[in-house]
């Protein structure tokens, strides 16, 4: 393999790799499974909120909003900022109910508010599609980005960044990976910051940038007949993604149910919400000068051309690739251990519940090597990812998540939901989201003709994703309604209309809230709140 990087370069890299392994290691040392999955449940804000958002920022944002903003301009951007809207409602609607019931996992979540099914309805989606949406992605994206930056093949490259990742999450469980994210969302931010100032300057400034691209790439809100963002998908059908992915999916709210307490949990979601601002400006507008400076270049290649390109100087081209290596990292190691968690809690501890706690981390342990060797055997694949099939992997979660969230939104508002009627939209959802997926690639790949149900092939995905969730409101509210009413006590502590009937060993986690720290948090929720709508009028 080539190394296309200076010596500089070079130690700056692998300085990065030593200090991430050394923060793994020195958490090797797990007392049992609370410390292991959930380290501890003693986290502060500061490396959650930075763990949530470096776990979310990964190889696919590098490339897909870099490329999206070279090929559109900002409005695929709305993603990152309807984010800061959505954990605003993780914390202060969602980690009250998670906190007090004291779960592990999001599917034992579902099973206390409705039954066993559910649970394992939503252990097996989420393991599947870790393997073969997350990591694969992550390695595909990873390798290639590495593969024009480094000059190493994909193979290497996924091999490198799945060990190295993999043995600092196999030995040291969630409270290494939070604190490598810690240290990763530094060295990730200054990264991308630094690069797409030398970028800036190189064009001649934000206005010169303005100047030399067509104008609608400066508005972020275009017609309902755009082919990728109409703004009626993203007003209706993005918050639906965003509430499966941060306030449902484990393998971001595992972070925040490793809180002290509440105020730790909304203060570190809040945080994640400001940094949710950046990627905006550090990965999408990098994508919009690359176009400036290299006119023709393709979208998947406006990023790795960025840093390739003769901008940066030695030393800083090192910074801005071990930037990238952190957001790989950071996402492949909280796939790593979400899923190692789904399994152990969710289906060993299930089966098997007198184990005990060093058996539950000895699980977890083998879990996470068994994850990574799948994903070491996926890597001879690598090559086989077409660009189009990473496109539909994007769209895959408007397939899965819309029923996921009705079911989590339903549960928590309205005590009649039932546990018949949650899988039964669950079961609904799944298929008609499967259906939609397999309609979609023979239309695009086979050019099938489905007569009239034509339209639901080829709708957009932001668009079918609110139907979808419609549909599966309406199959839950339905079956619900025609069912068993839920036994008060059964729901207790788990919706509105019961939150204060449970008193549970982790009530403590919300009644030691602090008053004051409460107030700060509503107000930065408030300013983030306005920041974000004086950003959307001032690009709209």
């Known amino acids: 393999m080539t190394l296309n990087i200076a010596a500089v370069d070079a130690v700056v890299i692998g300085l990065y790799f030593a200090i991430v392994l050394l923060i793994g290691l020195y958490f090797a040392r797990q007392k049992d499974s609370t410390d292991y ?47 800061a809207f959505i954990v605003l409602f993780l914390g202060w609607v969602f980690v009250p109910f998670y906190l ?54 994909m193979i290497t490259s996924a091999i490198v960044l799945v060990i190295i990742t993999g043995l600092y999450t196999i030995v040291g469980g969630l409270k290494a990976v939070i604190y490598t994210d810690l240290m990763q969302m530094f060295v990730l931010i200054g990264g991308a910051v630094t690069l797409t100032l030398l970028g800036l300057n190189e064009v001649g400034g934000f206005s010169e940038l303005r100047a030399q691209l067509p104008p609608d790439f400066f508005n972020m809100f275009k017609s309902m007949r755009h082919p990728e963002f109409p703004w009626t998908g993203i007003i209706f059908g993005a918050p639906i993604l965003g509430i499966w992915y ?25 945080f ?113 990812i077409s660009s189009q099939l990473f496109v539909y992997l994007q769209s895959v979660q408007g397939y899965i998540s819309p029923p996921i969230a009705a079911v989590f939104l339903l549960g928590i508002f309205w005590k009649r939901a039932n546990g018949k009627g949650a899988i039964y939209a669950l079961a609904t959802g799944g298929i008609l989201g499967a259906l939609r997926l397999v309609m979609e690639i023979m239309v695009k ?51 509105f209309a019961t939150a204060n009937d449970l008193k549970s060993d982790y009530i403590t986690m919300i009644e030691k809230s602090s008053p004051l720290w409460n ?13 974000v709508l004086t950003l959307w009028g001032v690009f709209f």
């Open 37 to 83: 999955f959930l380290a501890g449940r003693n986290m502060g804000w500061l490396a959650i909120g930075a763990s949530l958002f470096a776990t979310n920022i990964s190889s696919e944002h590098f490339i897909g909003l870099a490329g999206s903003g070279a090929s559109s301009g900002l409005a695929v951007g709305h993603f990152e900022w309807l984010a």
């Open 100 to 153: 007090k019931s004291g779960v592990f996992t999001m599917p034992e979540f579902l099973e206390r508010r409705y039954n066993r099914s559910s649970r394992m309805y939503l252990t097996t989606v989420s393991i599947v599609a870790y393997i073969l949406t997350k990591i694969s992605v992550t390695l595909f994206a990873g390798g290639l980005l590495l593969n024009k930056i480094l000059g190493w093949d």
């Open 246 to 270: 941060w306030c449902t999916d484990q393998f971001i709210v595992q972070r925040v149910l490793s809180a002290k307490n509440i105020n730790h949990a909304r203060t570190s979601t809040i």
């Open 272 to 384: 994640a919400g400001f940094l949710k601002i950046l990627p905006v400006f550090i990965l999408v507008l990098p994508g919009m000068i690359a176009l400036v400076l290299y006119p023709g270049i393709r979208g998947d290649e406006a990023y790795p051309m960025m840093v390739t390109g003769g901008l940066l100087p030695v030393g800083v081209k090192g910074l801005v690739i071990a930037g990238l290596l952190a957001a790989l990292m950071s996402s492949l190691g909280s796939c790593f251990n979400s899923s190692s968690t789904l399994f152990t809690m969710d289906f060993y501890k299930n089966f098997k519940p007198d184990a005990g706690e060093k058996e539950l981390v000895l699980v977890g342990r083998l879990a996470t090597t068994v994850l990574v060797v799948f994903g070491i055997l996926w890597v001879p694949f690598i090559r086989s």
């Open 445 to 495: 790949r086979f050019d099938w003709d489905f007569g009239i149900l034509q339209w639901v092939a080829t709708m957009n995905f932001l668009h079918f994703a609110f139907m979808l969730f419609i549909i599966s409101l309406a199959v839950q509210t339905g079956v619900s309604l025609m069912s068993e009413v839920p036994l008060r006590s059964k729901i207790a502590g788990l919706t």
């Open 519 to 531: 107030k700060i948090n509503i107000i930065l929720s408030v300013i983030l709140v306005i920041t």
